[in-house]
């Protein structure tokens, strides 16, 4: 079963069915000593295993091979001091725990653990845990529990389908969270009785109870992480807790954003609240909570509330929107707003009633029912506060306690700018009559140009978002001179930005004002902008990236260093080996960062999903880069507005028409990769200028009117209208070279044939269509049919790319998505995802394999699977020119699928049918896989070889190729065991497969 040497870790090998191997893995278990590798063969494993050694489980084959379950006791028990499992998925049932850390330390690596059971994982007094790409479902208890001093870090894992609470902290269990999911639960984090915890980048969605909840004197650190589709509260802090959240997001709870209550305390720091329905934050019974640089936005209800001896701090917030007051301070609760603007809310902007006390001081309210109110018994003041441009009363004070009122400007308020009791103005109230009052001189550069700029950045299209997040940094940095005016102490402020989004929607435009702007502040020297990309930055030897770096720093010292894709220094880009010189160019960059702090502004930019595994590159980023700024892509009415000041700018003007076919062109072209927001916008200007000249070209008296006039038919077709979506131009070289490669596949030539014919007939298609004859009705998609392993996969790349390169589709990429990528478990949720998983391939393929899983009534009741097919079928013909789908299964049950829905057969008409491999071809499978590697098959081998897929016996679930490239494994590693003894072993030795390292035909292939 295994040999062993002296001092030399063993492979000890598990299978149910295979020779040599242990039958099951506590066999293997009971026989390893510690820093032994227990390899587990595909099978499914009825046991429960105790893990009391330091040995490691690898499970091989694909996800889900390798199944250990067991119900009733836990099917894995760890005591070992240090143990590590890989690739295996655990299920377990009818008990209390399924993963049982009762002492010691676990490495999970890419596992899978699924239960039904009272808890999925549990992490007990001083055990760790350590999970990395793992995913956790439990539809009947909790997904993750530490207590009494357990530890668990879950690292790039998935807990999903959790019938209570996700991950859960007691008794000093201390949970650590990074770039997890924590989807469809009743409630996603619970800390209590004295846990502790930590979330960084997670994504926490669909939750159907109260998402995070601190209680018991527990305390949870959250950054960088979003949530959203909350049924029920956000975050609740309760019983002397204290959260913290830092650069997070909550979207779209049905109840409150953030509750305070039972003298805990929050601490909130640059944390956006969107759509909440109920309020964004309510501090209740003695609590406490402090938030600074905050956006509140399109509450339903009132956004910040105190009440019952609650205390609320805002500093430099933003509250926008709302069904209610932007601030209600109630009972006997306290206060204080600094530097805070209140914008558009639906009743008063701050209010005071009851016993509150209200201190405001600095700031706006604008555009509210009433700007600030104080009535009842309520006290407090407002000084150096702008309050403008409100529906009713600007200032008013109805309350018979004191009310301070100094240093405000008060005017274009509907109702009295300042009504106190016994109708006096204080004479502390400045009126004034221009916008410049809203903005006072702060001291140190140049206002003036200052004010320029700011209304230059306020002239570009769109970027409302980007423009607040500015606007607020040129506010924070004049509070900071104004503290340091007054002896105080500056607040902490980074400087260095985070640009997300796709191209063009302007950030280096931003960024160069940006530096402008810095500069007019006082802040920057000279403020020039030096933009680089990654190979400004990287050498190809070593030293050489450290000396780019620092030049291109160097150049930027007194302005701004502009890194566009500057995630592509994370992303290993090395060509597959050497050293990675992108991540010596982060290290050298945060070096130069911290030694030349107030020199130097640092702002890198890329898509949003990308710049976070760049600030995980480096434990310094984060911290110097504090502040995203998101730029959103332009709506279809901005991007007209920007072809609109092209025109300007060239002396051309649009018609009311062409002005309406742009915006219906701009609402239907496809946002795919290749959409390049402004850039496009200008794409499409220079594209009708030249159809203009084309149609004016023999027109020798066209005046300066025509000679100005764009007109809708100088507006082209979209992009792939007819054929396909994609760019239009056809790459012969690149079909040659894609077809070549079709038919080196060893094997299927039935499927060459229907490749190769569909080919035919797209081009044929695209050359009536240039010489404007009328095109022929062209279905894309295709049904795949036929056993596993014959590489339909492999084919659909191969189709996909055959499709870019004839212009039928913008890039080719394939999106792979079965059953569970599609349907959900609930109504509404399979629409849903099937829609999120279309999107993705939009410009490209979307492979659904095993389709017929679909139609298959899984589960009973509701038959969600059913709703994928319908929601298919719909955007199959809502975007019938951005996506090509390929079908893929048994020949059989894909009979079944296609009659799921009556609209299937005919977006369907082609079939292609993928043929079991014969002996010959699967021989030929393994030798070219053994040349590959760097092996040679003698005659004699390749003849075992045969011998053996001719006599082997083929169930309905014959692998095909994969169960060659499984043989090949077998063989190399007998072969490595027959060399294993020699002390000089040639080179052919080394690399030369013989017969008898062909493993025998198993009498049944599952």
């Known amino acids: 079963m295994t040999s062993r040497m002296s001092g030399v870790r063993s492979v000890l090998g598990v299978s149910p069915t295979e020779p040599d191997c242990y039958r099951t893995v506590g066999d293997a278990i009971s026989s390893a000593r510690d820093g032994d590798v227990i390899a587990i063969r595909p099978g499914l494993y009825p046991e429960s295993i105790v893990l009391d050694r330091d040995v490691t489980l690898s499970g091989s084959g694909s996800p889900g091979d390798v199944r250990i379950e067991a119900a009733g006791t836990p099917v894995l028990r760890v005591t070992a001091e240090h143990a590590e499992v890989s690739g295996i998925e655990f299920a377990h049932s009818d008990g209390e725990v399924a993963v049982d850390l009762q002492s010691g330390a676990l490495h999970l690596g890419e596992c899978e653990v699924a239960a039904d059971s009272e808890v999925a994982v549990v992490v007990r007094r001083g055990a760790q845990l350590r999970a990395d790409t793992t995913t956790v479902r439990n539809p009947g208890g909790a997904g993750v529990l530490a207590f009494d001093g357990g530890a668990a870090q879950l690292t790039g894992c998935t807990i999903r389908s959790v019938g209570t609470t996700a991950v859960v902290a007691r008794s000093g269990g201390v949970p650590v969270l990074v770039d997890c999911a924590v989807t469809e639960a009743k409630g996603a984090v619970l800390a209590a009785d004295g846990g502790r915890g930590e979330l960084r980048n997670c994504r926490i969605s669909d939750i159907s109870g109260t998402a995070i909840v601190v209680e018991e004197r527990s305390e949870l650190i959250v ?72 956006v509140l936005t399109g509450t339903g209800h009132d956004a910040v509330v105190a009440g019952a001896d609650g205390t609320i701090r805002l500093v430099a917030c933003e509250i926008t929107g709302g069904a209610g007051n932007g601030v209600l301070v109630e009972r006997q609760a306290a206060v204080t707003v600094r530097d805070t603007k209140v914008v558009g809310t639906a009743a008063t902007g701050l209010l005071a009633t009851d016993q509150a006390r209200l201190v405001i001081d600095g700031g706006e309210v604008r555009e509210c029912q009433t700007g600030v109110l104080w009535r009842g018994h309520a006290d407090g003041s407002i000084t150096d506060c702008g309050v403008r441009d409100n529906l009713g009363d600007g200032i008013a004070v109805q309350s018979d306690q004191p009310v301070e009122v100094s240093g405000c400007v008060a005017e274009r308020n509907l109702g009295t700018d300042v009504r106190l009791p016994g109708g006096e103005v204080p004479a502390l109230v400045e009126k004034s009559t221009s916008d410049s009052a809203a903005a006072p001189v702060e001291p140190g550069g140049d206002t003036e140009e200052l004010d320029d700029l700011l209304a230059e950045l306020d002239a570009l299209v769109g970027l409302d978002g980007v423009k607040r997040e500015v606007e607020t940094l040129v ?88 890194i566009d894709e500057a995630y592509t220094l994370s992303a290993g880009n090395n060509g597959g080996g050497g050293p990675d010189f992108g991540r010596e160019a982060i290290d050298t960059l945060v070096k130069l960062m911290e030694d030349h702090r107030d020199e130097v502004v640092v702002i890198v930019a890329g898509y949003t999903n990308d710049m976070r595994s760049f600030l995980a590159a480096n434990p310094g980023l984060s911290s110097r880069f504090s502040r995203t700024i998101e730029f959103a892509d332009y709506s279809s009415a901005e991007l007209v507005t920007i072809v609109e000041g092209l025109c300007r700018g060239h002396d051309y003007r649009l018609e009311f028409e062409t002005r309406a076919a742009l915006h219906t062109y701009f609402t239907n072209l496809p946002r795919d990769a290749a959409f390049g927001n402004g850039r496009t916008a200008r794409k499409v200007f220079e594209e009708m200028l030249g159809r203009q000249a084309y149609r004016l070209a023999d027109d020798l008296d066209a005046g300066h009117v025509a000679l100005t006039r764009l007109l809708p038919e100088d507006l082209g077709p979209l992009p792939g209208s007819s054929v396909g979506a994609g760019a239009g131009r056809v790459d012969e070289e690149r079909i040659d070279q894609l077809l070549g490669t079709l038919q080196a596949l060893v094997g299927l030539d039935e499927v060459k044939a229907e490749v190769s014919a569909m080919v035919d007939l797209l081009t044929s298609a695209r050359r009536r269509q240039a010489a404007g004859l009328p095109v022929p009705s062209v279905s894309r998609h295709l049904i795949f049919a036929g056993p596993p392993g014959t590489g339909k996969t492999t084919v659909a790349r191969l189709y996909g790319s055959l499709l870019a390169a004839l212009g039928v589709l913008a890039q080719g990429q394939v999106t792979e ?113 053994a040349t590959d590697t760097g092996y040679e098959c003698t005659g004699p081998t390749v003849a075992a070889l045969r011998t053996h897929f001719a006599t082997m016996s083929r169930g309905e679930s014959f692998g095909n190729g994969r169960y060659a490239r499984q043989v090949l494994d077998e063989t190399i590693a007998h072969h490595a065991r027959r060399t294993r003894s020699l002390t000089e072993p040639t080179m052919d030795d080394l690399c030369l497969l013989l017969p008898e390292d062909v493993p025998g035909p198993p009498s049944r292939t599952s």
Do not use: W
């Open 223 to 294: 950054t960088g992480t979003e949530v959203s589709a909350v049924d029920g509260v956000g975050v609740l802090s309760a019983s002397g807790s204290r959260p913290v959240l830092r650069d997070c997001s909550l979207r779209d709870t049905t109840a409150q954003a953030v509750v305070v209550v039972q003298e805990s305390a929050v601490e909130l720091e640059q944390v956006t609240v969107d759509g909440a329905r109920g309020h964004a934050v309510q501090v209740l019974e003695g609590s406490t909570a402090d938030l600074s640089e905050c």
């Open 475 to 562: 506010r924070l940095h004049q509070m900071s001179e104004r503290r340091a005016a007054a002896g105080l102490p500056s607040p902490p402020l980074s400087r260095h930005l985070v640009f997300t989004g796709a191209p063009g929607t302007g950030k280096t435009t931003v960024a160069r004002l940006y530096g402008r702007i810095l500069t007019a502040l006082g802040v920057l020297r000279s403020g020039q902008l030096v933009e680089v990309a990654r190979p400004d930055l990287v050498a190809s030897v070593v030293g050489g990236t450290a000396i780019k770096t620092t030049e291109m720093f160097n150049k930027a010292i007194g302005g701004v260093l502009f």
């Open 817 to 929: 998505v079965a059953r569970a990528d599609l349907v959900g478990e609930y109504i509404g949720h399979t629409a849903r995802r099937t829609t999120e998983a279309f999107d993705r391939a939009r410009g490209g393929v979307l492979f659904i394999d095993e389709a017929y899983t679909l139609s298959s009534s899984k589960g009973g009741g509701n038959d969600f699977g059913r709703e994928a097919i319908d929601t298919l079928v719909k955007l199959m013909e809502d975007h019938r020119d951005e996506v090509v789908v390929i079908a893929a299964g048994y020949e059989r049950e894909m009979e079944g699928f296609l009659a799921a829905n009556p609209g299937l057969s005919s977006r369907f008409s082609h079939r292609v049918r993928f043929a079991d491999y014969t002996p010959d071809e699967l021989v030929t499978i393994v030798n070219q896989h």
